[in-house]
DNA sequence: ACTCAGGTATTAC
DNA sequence: GTAATACCTGAG
Protein backbone atom coordinates (compact mmCIF):
# COMPACT_ATOMS: atom_id res chain seq x y z
CA UNK A 1 0.00 0.00 0.00
CA UNK A 2 1.22 3.19 -1.03
CA UNK A 3 0.25 6.85 -1.19
CA UNK A 4 0.16 8.59 -4.31
CA UNK A 5 -1.37 11.93 -5.69
CA UNK A 6 -2.25 13.02 -8.99
CA UNK A 7 -3.97 16.17 -10.69
CA UNK A 8 -6.37 15.80 -13.70
CA UNK A 9 -5.61 20.00 -15.33
CA UNK A 10 -8.75 21.39 -16.32
CA UNK A 11 -10.62 18.29 -17.82
CA UNK A 12 -13.14 19.17 -20.24
CA UNK A 13 -17.13 17.32 -19.70
CA UNK A 14 -16.05 16.76 -16.11
CA UNK A 15 -17.87 17.32 -13.30
CA UNK A 16 -17.79 15.18 -9.52
CA UNK A 17 -21.04 15.66 -9.06
CA UNK A 18 -22.88 15.00 -12.67
CA UNK A 19 -20.03 11.52 -12.70
CA UNK A 20 -20.95 9.98 -9.12
CA UNK A 21 -25.14 11.05 -8.99
CA UNK A 22 -26.16 9.82 -12.58
CA UNK A 23 -26.69 6.84 -11.27
CA UNK A 24 -23.68 4.46 -12.54
CA UNK A 25 -21.67 3.72 -9.20
CA UNK A 26 -23.21 2.98 -5.73
CA UNK A 27 -19.55 3.88 -3.46
CA UNK A 28 -18.96 7.27 -4.05
CA UNK A 29 -19.47 9.51 -0.88
CA UNK A 30 -19.06 13.23 -1.05
CA UNK A 31 -17.20 14.69 1.97
CA UNK A 32 -17.71 17.94 4.14
CA UNK A 33 -15.10 20.18 2.05
CA UNK A 34 -17.00 18.70 -1.09
CA UNK A 35 -14.64 16.25 -2.28
CA UNK A 36 -15.55 12.55 -3.15
CA UNK A 37 -13.83 9.75 -1.51
CA UNK A 38 -14.68 6.27 -3.47
CA UNK A 39 -12.88 2.51 -3.75
CA UNK A 40 -11.48 1.60 -7.05
CA UNK A 41 -10.73 -1.97 -7.14
CA UNK A 42 -8.18 -2.31 -4.27
CA UNK A 43 -7.70 1.54 -3.72
CA UNK A 44 -9.01 4.25 -1.54
CA UNK A 45 -9.68 7.29 -3.86
CA UNK A 46 -10.35 11.03 -2.76
CA UNK A 47 -10.55 13.55 -5.11
CA UNK A 48 -11.02 17.17 -5.19
CA UNK A 49 -11.87 20.43 -7.18
CA UNK A 50 -9.03 23.37 -7.18
CA UNK A 51 -10.20 25.90 -9.44
CA UNK A 52 -10.18 24.11 -12.85
CA UNK A 53 -8.12 20.96 -11.92
CA UNK A 54 -8.75 18.14 -9.90
CA UNK A 55 -6.24 17.11 -7.19
CA UNK A 56 -6.64 13.04 -6.55
CA UNK A 57 -5.11 11.09 -3.26
CA UNK A 58 -5.11 7.72 -2.95
CA UNK A 59 -4.19 4.43 -0.98
CA UNK A 60 -3.51 1.47 -2.96
CA UNK A 61 -1.16 -0.83 -5.12
CA UNK A 62 -2.47 0.26 -8.35
CA UNK A 63 -0.31 3.19 -10.08
CA UNK A 64 -2.28 6.37 -9.79
CA UNK A 65 -2.21 8.02 -13.55
CA UNK A 66 -3.35 5.20 -14.71
CA UNK A 67 -5.88 3.80 -12.90
CA UNK A 68 -7.51 7.46 -12.74
CA UNK A 69 -7.36 7.64 -16.93
CA UNK A 70 -8.92 4.26 -17.59
CA UNK A 71 -11.71 4.69 -14.75
CA UNK A 72 -12.59 8.58 -15.43
CA UNK A 73 -12.46 7.47 -19.15
CA UNK A 74 -10.40 10.61 -19.60
CA UNK A 75 -8.94 9.33 -22.67
CA UNK A 76 -12.77 9.97 -24.70
CA UNK A 77 -13.26 12.96 -26.54
CA UNK A 78 -16.65 13.93 -24.91
CA UNK A 79 -17.14 17.40 -25.96
CA UNK A 80 -17.13 15.65 -29.63
CA UNK A 81 -19.49 13.01 -28.60
CA UNK A 82 -22.07 15.70 -26.95
CA UNK A 83 -22.02 18.26 -29.99
CA UNK A 84 -22.50 14.82 -32.60
CA UNK A 85 -25.56 14.16 -30.01
CA UNK A 86 -26.66 17.82 -29.66
CA UNK A 87 -27.28 17.90 -33.31
CA UNK A 88 -29.94 15.44 -33.12
CA UNK A 89 -32.74 17.28 -31.65
CA UNK A 90 -33.80 19.52 -28.54
CA UNK A 91 -33.83 16.82 -26.13
CA UNK A 92 -30.37 16.10 -26.26
CA UNK A 93 -29.52 19.12 -26.59
CA UNK A 94 -31.21 20.16 -23.07
CA UNK A 95 -30.15 17.14 -21.73
CA UNK A 96 -26.55 17.26 -22.52
CA UNK A 97 -26.80 20.86 -21.06
CA UNK A 98 -27.68 19.98 -17.78
CA UNK A 99 -25.18 16.65 -17.73
CA UNK A 100 -22.60 18.19 -19.26
CA UNK A 101 -19.79 16.94 -16.92
CA UNK A 102 -20.78 13.19 -17.27
CA UNK A 103 -18.34 10.69 -17.84
CA UNK A 104 -19.20 6.93 -17.83
CA UNK A 105 -16.91 5.12 -15.49
CA UNK A 106 -14.38 2.30 -16.26
CA UNK A 107 -15.65 -0.19 -13.20
CA UNK A 108 -14.52 -3.52 -12.11
CA UNK A 109 -17.11 -5.80 -14.39
CA UNK A 110 -17.10 -8.51 -11.63
CA UNK A 111 -18.08 -5.67 -8.98
CA UNK A 112 -20.48 -3.94 -12.05
CA UNK A 113 -22.29 -7.29 -12.34
CA UNK A 114 -23.09 -8.02 -8.69
CA UNK A 115 -23.95 -4.62 -7.79
CA UNK A 116 -26.30 -4.28 -10.58
CA UNK A 117 -27.92 -7.53 -9.78
CA UNK A 118 -28.44 -5.85 -6.07
CA UNK A 119 -29.94 -2.82 -7.78
CA UNK A 120 -33.34 -5.05 -8.92
CA UNK A 121 -36.19 -3.61 -7.64
CA UNK A 122 -34.16 -2.06 -4.88
CA UNK A 123 -33.93 1.88 -4.14
CA UNK A 124 -30.35 3.70 -3.93
CA UNK A 125 -29.72 4.25 -0.25
CA UNK A 126 -30.29 0.23 0.58
CA UNK A 127 -28.07 -0.65 -2.66
CA UNK A 128 -25.40 1.36 -1.79
CA UNK A 129 -26.27 0.28 2.52
CA UNK A 130 -26.40 -3.40 0.95
CA UNK A 131 -22.86 -3.14 -1.48
CA UNK A 132 -21.16 -1.51 2.36
CA UNK A 133 -22.27 -4.32 4.36
CA UNK A 134 -21.01 -7.01 1.70
CA UNK A 135 -18.07 -5.18 1.07
CA UNK A 136 -17.09 -4.64 5.12
CA UNK A 137 -18.16 -8.16 5.73
CA UNK A 138 -15.92 -9.70 2.99
CA UNK A 139 -13.80 -7.40 1.13
CA UNK A 140 -10.15 -6.15 2.85
CA UNK A 141 -9.50 -3.33 4.70
CA UNK A 142 -7.77 -0.04 3.51
CA UNK A 143 -6.79 2.66 6.03
CA UNK A 144 -7.02 6.28 4.50
CA UNK A 145 -6.82 9.11 6.14
CA UNK A 146 -7.27 8.05 9.98
CA UNK A 147 -10.55 6.51 8.50
CA UNK A 148 -11.48 2.77 7.36
CA UNK A 149 -12.61 2.17 4.05
CA UNK A 150 -13.57 -1.90 2.56
CA UNK A 151 -12.77 -3.17 -1.36
CA UNK A 152 -15.55 -4.97 -3.00
CA UNK A 153 -15.12 -8.48 -2.21
CA UNK A 154 -14.08 -10.84 -5.22
CA UNK A 155 -15.82 -13.76 -6.50
CA UNK A 156 -13.58 -15.81 -4.30
CA UNK A 157 -14.18 -14.04 -1.58
CA UNK A 158 -17.29 -14.74 -1.36
CA UNK A 159 -17.14 -18.48 -2.42
CA UNK A 160 -18.31 -19.57 1.08
CA UNK A 161 -20.77 -17.35 1.48
CA UNK A 162 -24.33 -19.17 2.20
CA UNK A 163 -27.56 -17.88 0.89
CA UNK A 164 -28.73 -17.60 4.13
CA UNK A 165 -25.81 -15.37 5.07
CA UNK A 166 -26.46 -12.65 2.19
CA UNK A 167 -30.83 -12.62 3.65
CA UNK A 168 -28.91 -11.92 7.12
CA UNK A 169 -27.45 -9.21 5.34
CA UNK A 170 -30.37 -7.96 4.02
CA UNK A 171 -29.72 -8.49 0.01
CA UNK A 172 -33.62 -9.92 0.60
CA UNK A 173 -34.77 -11.94 -2.83
CA UNK A 174 -31.50 -11.36 -4.37
CA UNK A 175 -29.54 -13.94 -2.13
CA UNK A 176 -30.09 -16.74 -4.29
CA UNK A 177 -29.08 -14.83 -7.36
CA UNK A 178 -25.61 -13.30 -5.45
CA UNK A 179 -24.79 -16.80 -4.38
CA UNK A 180 -25.37 -19.01 -7.95
CA UNK A 181 -24.10 -16.35 -9.92
CA UNK A 182 -20.80 -16.50 -7.82
CA UNK A 183 -20.80 -19.84 -8.21
CA UNK A 184 -20.73 -19.42 -12.02
CA UNK A 185 -18.00 -17.21 -12.26
CA UNK A 186 -15.96 -19.66 -10.09
CA UNK A 187 -16.59 -22.52 -11.97
CA UNK A 188 -15.48 -20.79 -14.79
CA UNK A 189 -18.90 -21.49 -16.79
CA UNK A 190 -18.43 -17.94 -17.57
CA UNK A 191 -15.54 -16.53 -17.76
CA UNK A 192 -15.49 -12.32 -17.19
CA UNK A 193 -11.99 -12.48 -18.90
CA UNK A 194 -13.27 -13.31 -22.07
CA UNK A 195 -16.27 -11.00 -22.01
CA UNK A 196 -14.05 -8.17 -21.95
CA UNK A 197 -11.85 -9.45 -24.86
CA UNK A 198 -15.16 -10.35 -26.98
CA UNK A 199 -16.06 -7.56 -28.99
CA UNK A 200 -19.27 -8.70 -30.58
CA UNK A 201 -21.43 -6.96 -27.94
CA UNK A 202 -24.65 -9.10 -28.73
CA UNK A 203 -23.20 -12.11 -27.76
CA UNK A 204 -21.93 -10.67 -25.11
CA UNK A 205 -25.15 -9.69 -23.73
CA UNK A 206 -26.76 -13.45 -24.41
CA UNK A 207 -23.70 -14.67 -22.02
CA UNK A 208 -24.57 -11.78 -19.07
CA UNK A 209 -28.37 -13.13 -19.67
CA UNK A 210 -27.65 -16.58 -18.63
CA UNK A 211 -26.45 -15.29 -14.89
CA UNK A 212 -29.02 -15.53 -12.40
CA UNK A 213 -30.33 -11.82 -11.73
CA UNK A 214 -29.03 -10.87 -14.75
CA UNK A 215 -32.28 -9.79 -17.21
CA UNK A 216 -31.85 -6.90 -20.11
CA UNK A 217 -31.61 -4.01 -18.00
CA UNK A 218 -29.07 -5.34 -15.94
CA UNK A 219 -27.25 -6.69 -18.71
CA UNK A 220 -27.09 -3.19 -20.46
CA UNK A 221 -26.17 -1.70 -17.11
CA UNK A 222 -23.33 -4.20 -17.39
CA UNK A 223 -21.84 -3.17 -20.67
CA UNK A 224 -22.27 0.52 -19.96
CA UNK A 225 -20.99 0.88 -16.88
CA UNK A 226 -18.47 -1.70 -16.59
CA UNK A 227 -15.05 -1.93 -18.58
CA UNK A 228 -16.70 -3.65 -20.85
CA UNK A 229 -17.82 -0.06 -21.70
CA UNK A 230 -20.66 -0.99 -24.81
CA UNK A 231 -21.78 2.48 -25.40
CA UNK A 232 -24.09 1.13 -27.88
CA UNK A 233 -26.42 -0.12 -25.46
CA UNK A 234 -29.84 1.40 -24.30
CA UNK A 235 -30.66 0.38 -20.79
CA UNK A 236 -34.46 0.86 -20.08
CA UNK A 237 -35.08 1.19 -16.40
CA UNK A 238 -38.35 2.95 -15.12
CA UNK A 239 -36.79 6.48 -15.33
CA UNK A 240 -35.97 5.88 -19.67
CA UNK A 241 -38.94 4.35 -19.81
CA UNK A 242 -40.99 7.31 -18.62
CA UNK A 243 -38.51 10.28 -20.19
CA UNK A 244 -38.58 8.06 -23.99
CA UNK A 245 -42.56 8.03 -23.82
CA UNK A 246 -42.75 11.75 -23.21
CA UNK A 247 -40.48 12.94 -25.70
CA UNK A 248 -40.21 10.75 -28.07
CA UNK A 249 -43.85 8.34 -28.42
CA UNK A 250 -46.04 10.65 -26.40
CA UNK A 251 -48.17 7.91 -25.34
CA UNK A 252 -48.92 5.85 -22.34
CA UNK A 253 -45.53 4.61 -20.86
CA UNK A 254 -47.26 1.36 -19.93
CA UNK A 255 -48.85 0.36 -23.03
CA UNK A 256 -45.40 0.89 -25.43
CA UNK A 257 -42.99 -1.74 -25.24
CA UNK A 258 -39.42 -1.64 -24.47
CA UNK A 259 -38.52 -3.23 -28.09
CA UNK A 260 -40.35 -0.28 -28.81
CA UNK A 261 -38.19 2.55 -27.04
CA UNK A 262 -34.99 0.27 -27.89
CA UNK A 263 -35.58 0.47 -31.69
CA UNK A 264 -36.43 4.43 -31.43
CA UNK A 265 -32.97 5.00 -29.52
CA UNK A 266 -30.97 3.11 -32.07
CA UNK A 267 -32.45 4.90 -34.96
CA UNK A 268 -31.56 8.22 -33.08
CA UNK A 269 -28.60 7.84 -31.44
CA UNK A 270 -27.23 5.05 -33.26
CA UNK A 271 -23.74 3.41 -31.51
CA UNK A 272 -23.97 6.80 -28.67
CA UNK A 273 -26.97 4.99 -27.65
CA UNK A 274 -25.91 4.49 -23.86
CA UNK A 275 -24.47 8.27 -23.42
CA UNK A 276 -27.44 9.70 -24.67
CA UNK A 277 -29.38 7.13 -22.03
CA UNK A 278 -27.50 8.41 -20.00
CA UNK A 279 -27.76 12.36 -20.23
CA UNK A 280 -31.65 11.80 -20.39
CA UNK A 281 -32.31 9.75 -17.89
CA UNK A 282 -30.04 12.03 -15.34
CA UNK A 283 -31.98 14.38 -17.08
CA UNK A 284 -35.62 13.23 -16.05
CA UNK A 285 -34.81 12.11 -12.95
CA UNK A 286 -32.80 15.39 -11.38
CA UNK A 287 -34.23 18.32 -13.35
C1' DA B 1 -51.48 -0.54 6.59
C1' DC B 2 -49.79 0.40 2.22
C1' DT B 3 -46.96 1.88 -1.66
C1' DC B 4 -42.74 2.25 -3.98
C1' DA B 5 -37.92 1.52 -5.54
C1' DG B 6 -32.29 1.22 -11.52
C1' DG B 7 -36.28 -5.79 -12.53
C1' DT B 8 -36.15 -10.72 -12.78
C1' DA B 9 -38.02 -15.36 -12.66
C1' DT B 10 -41.87 -18.03 -13.07
C1' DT B 11 -46.14 -19.35 -14.75
C1' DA B 12 -49.97 -19.14 -17.82
C1' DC B 13 -52.18 -17.96 -22.15
C1' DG C 1 -43.29 -14.52 -28.08
C1' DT C 2 -46.24 -11.48 -24.75
C1' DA C 3 -48.86 -10.61 -20.21
C1' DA C 4 -49.59 -11.14 -15.19
C1' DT C 5 -47.79 -11.93 -10.59
C1' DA C 6 -44.72 -12.73 -6.61
C1' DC C 7 -40.73 -11.18 -4.50
C1' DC C 8 -37.03 -9.10 0.56
C1' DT C 9 -36.69 -4.81 2.78
C1' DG C 10 -37.19 -0.35 4.74
C1' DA C 11 -38.44 4.45 4.17
C1' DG C 12 -42.24 7.69 3.61
Redesign the pocket.
Known sequence: MKEQQYIIKNPKCFNLKDIF??????RWEENEDKSYTGIVKENVINIKKQGNDYVIKSVGNDEIEKLVIDYFDLNRDYKALQEKLSKIDENMEKSIKYGQGIRLLNQDLWETLIS??I?????????Q?IIKRLSKNFGKKIIFENNEYYTFPTAQELKDVSIEKY??L????????IYETTQIILENKVNLQELENNPNTLEVREIL?T???????????ILL?SDLKRLEVF?I???V?RVMNELYIHGDEN?I?K?QIEQIAKEKFGNLAGLAQQYL?YWR?DS
Open positions: TCGQCFFISANNNIPRIKREGLGFRDKRLLPGVGPKVADCFPDVWNKSKFR
